[in-house]
C-alpha cells in the first residue's frame, strides 16, 4: 500500500535560513522528494551565465540525505513590468525565451546523473499571478 510519504514533497527555498534544518527533519519523517524552487535570476539573464555554487550545494543537500529533487522552471524574479511581446505570444523576449532555453538545457546536462524530477515552466506567458498580468488575464477570459 502506498503511504502519504511516498508521494509527497515540499517547497523549499535554498536562500530561507531554515533550508537544511528543513531538509533534515523532511528525511527523518521519510519524505522522499524535495521541490527546489530556484528560477532564472536577471543576473543571469544579463550575464548569461548561471550561478552554480548555491545550486550545486541545494542538490547536493538533498541527495545526500538520500531525497528525490524536484526542479521547477521558472523565472519569477525578472518578471515586474513587462509588456507584451505579439512575436512570442509572451511576456518575454525571443533573446529571453533562447536565455530561458539555455538554462534548461545547463541544468539538464548538469545533473543529468541524479534522479531528478523536473517540473514544467510555471505560467509560461509571463503572468506569474501578479499584478498587471493577472488582471490582463482575466479580462480575456
Known amino acids: ?10 517547497n523549499l527555498f ?3 535560513r531554515h ?3 528543513a531538509l533534515d527533519l523532511m528525511q ?3 519524505v522522499e522528494y524535495a521541490r527546489l524552487y530556484w528560477d532564472l535570476q536577471s543576473y543571469e539573464i544579463k550575464d548569461d551565465a548561471l550561478a552554480w555554487h548555491w545550486r550545486d550545494d541545494a542538490i547536493k543537500q538533498v541527495v545526500d540525505r538520500g531525497m528525490i529533487p524536484v526542479l521547477p522552471f521558472s523565472a519569477g524574479e ?4 513587462r509588456t507584451w ?3 512570442t505570444r509572451s511576456y518575454f523576449t525571443v533573446d529571453e525565451i533562447a536565455k530561458f532555453k539555455k538554462f534548461i538545457t545547463q541544468i539538464v546536462e548538469r545533473y ?8 514544467a515552466w510555471n505560467e509560461a506567458t509571463g503572468f506569474f ?5 493577472m488582471m490582463r488575464k482575466m479580462i480575456l477570459r
Not at 112 to 119: A, D, H, L, S, T
Not at 129 to 133: D, Q
Open 129 to 133: 499571478g501578479s499584478g498587471r498580468g
Open 85 to 87: 511581446v505579439d512575436e
Open 1 to 10: 500500500m502506498t503511504k502519504l510519504k511516498d508521494k509527497l514533497g515540499f
Open 19 to 21: 533550508f537544511s534544518e
Open 78 to 81: 525578472i518578471t515586474g513590468e
Open 28 to 30: 527523518q519523517k521519510g
Open 14 to 16: 535554498y536562500w530561507d
Open 112 to 119: 543529468k546523473q541524479y534522479n531528478i524530477i523536473y517540473e
